[in-house]
């Protein structure tokens, strides 16, 4: 049996790993360990060219590039941090994190995304905690200062000036608006 490791852009989400799961065994294909960004799937065959269509009729994309790979890597762990709630508990900065993770001096990680990107990986980080805090006010379901606090925030007003700053709004102004500002978490780049 052929084992393969693909790198797949766009997973973001648990029903993404399914969508994913769920095309791979249509294909025939035994899947071995699947997670954001990664699944790794053995059979007699792996159709290449099938994965790739599959993926992409589904909004996903099969990296083959080593340093697109790692670039997905780097957005898959950080939405994993910020949506998981690790943040709250994070003893490294984000930096440390990803480095260790990695086994990547993070001057390496940070002069790569930013080429390939557009933007920093902090930028990035920052766009992705602001998105979910706007999940998090729209749900109504915790106040301001817990919000901060999940997110990893020194301060509420930390939190409200960044907010602002990427937003447009208050965390007031937003909640009333909020029905249709929310924007998919793979596409803030």
Not at 77 to 96: A, H, N, P
Not at 123 to 128: R, S
């Amino acid at each position: 049996m052929e084992k393969v490791h693909l790198v797949i852009k766009n997973m973001v989400c648990d029903r993404c790993i399914k969508v994913v799961g769920d095309e791979m065994e249509k294909l025939g294909l035994n899947v071995l360990n699947i997670q954001l960004g990664e699944v790794v799937v053995e059979g007699d065959h792996i159709p290449l060219e099938g994965i790739k269509n599959v993926l992409e009729k589904n909004g996903f994309e099969l990296l083959e590039d080593k340093k697109a790979s790692l670039i997905n890597k780097i957005k898959s762990l950080v939405i994993e941090v910020i949506y998981s709630g690790k943040l709250e508990t994070m003893q490294l900065r984000f930096s440390e994190y990803l480095s260790d993770y990695l086994k990547t001096d993070y001057q390496y990680l940070s002069t790569l995304f930013s080429a390939v990107e557009g933007i920093t990986i902090e930028h990035y980080i920052i766009l992705q905690k602001i998105e979910h805090a706007k999940e998090l006010i729209k749900y109504n379901e915790l106040t301001l200062s817990e919000i901060a606090y999940r997110l990893g925030y020194s301060s509420v007003q930390h939190l409200s000036n960044q907010f602002r700053k990427i937003t447009g709004f208050t965390a007031s102004q937003f909640k009333e608006v909020a029905s249709n500002i929310r924007k998919p978490i793979d596409k803030l780049t």
